[in-house]
């Protein structure tokens, strides 16, 4: 079964510190993307990444950068945490070219910080 | 920017009954997908449709398409309570070359 595996369920950070969100797929997708889930504003786009050391900008990068160092995994850093990168984050990874098939995601990371 | 929007954005309905929800977009796409997601969890890939497809089936969803009014439709037939949770629209356009979510609308199936 194609899986996309999240670090962490629950993360509670301060201000100020760098954090790493961490994803790892086991079905070699070259595609895979990082969303932030807020209440009203559905899923918005931070960064993805087609390849391996490749990355691009989505909607929302300010406050983030991303890893892809290997093919199977695909890390968000946030720089210095605030108060409202407080959200859920999901990764997702595709197969192929890109949005022509379905994405598979991984069960998100409730991230909080104080 | 949100390129999906469902409407309505939440729905109650009891058990045996139909759903139906919609999907209004504002540029032309290449797919369009639908998507759900159990509270506070990660999404689920339900059915995907094509720009030159109009309808879709898949078990008790049925999924319509029609590019000249930007909309879509998802169909669940016969509720069961295990269909609550949220369900989102995803379109794809190609020059983008990325998937935009919509905000979602909530089914809540009573028994």
């Known amino acids: 079964d194609v899986k996309v595996t999240q670090s962490s369920r629950y993360l509670v950070k301060r201000t100020g510190e760098k954090v790493f969100l961490e994803c790892v797929q086991d079905m070699d997708h070259e595609n895979m993307f990082w969303y932030r889930q807020d209440p009203g504003l559905g899923l918005r786009l931070i960064y993805f990444s087609y390849d391996v050391k490749m990355k691009e900008k989505g909607d929302i990068p300010e406050g983030y950068s991303v890893s892809r160092e290997k093919k199977e995994r695909f890390s968000l850093i946030l720089e210095s945490a605030s108060t409202n990168q407080t959200s859920m984050y999901l990764c997702?990874?595709?197969?192929?070219?890109?949005?022509?098939?379905?994405?598979?995601f991984g069960s998100g990371t409730r991230l909080t910080v104080v | 920017s949100q390129q999906g929007e469902e409407d309505p954005q939440a729905l109650s309905i009891q058990e045996g009954e139909n759903a139906t929800m919609n999907c209004s977009y504002k540029?032309?796409?290449?797919?369009l997908q639908w998507y759900r997601q159990n509270s506070g969890r990660g999404l689920v890939h339900l059915i995907l449709?094509?720009?030159?497809?109009r309808e879709k089936h898949s078990g008790r969803l049925r999924v319509t398409l029609d590019t000249s009014k930007k909309s879509s439709s998802l169909l669940i037939t016969a509720s069961r309570a295990a269909d609550t949770a949220s369900y989102f629209c995803?379109?794809?356009?190609?020059?983008?070359?990325?998937?935009?979510f919509g905000t979602g609308t909530r089914l809540q199936v009573t028994l």
């Open positions: 540029t032309s796409i290449n797919n």
């Open positions: 997702a990874s595709s197969l192929g070219d890109r949005g022509f098939q379905g994405y598979t």
């Open positions: 995803a379109t794809f356009t190609g020059t983008a070359s990325k998937l935009t």
């Open positions: 449709i094509r720009s030159n497809e």
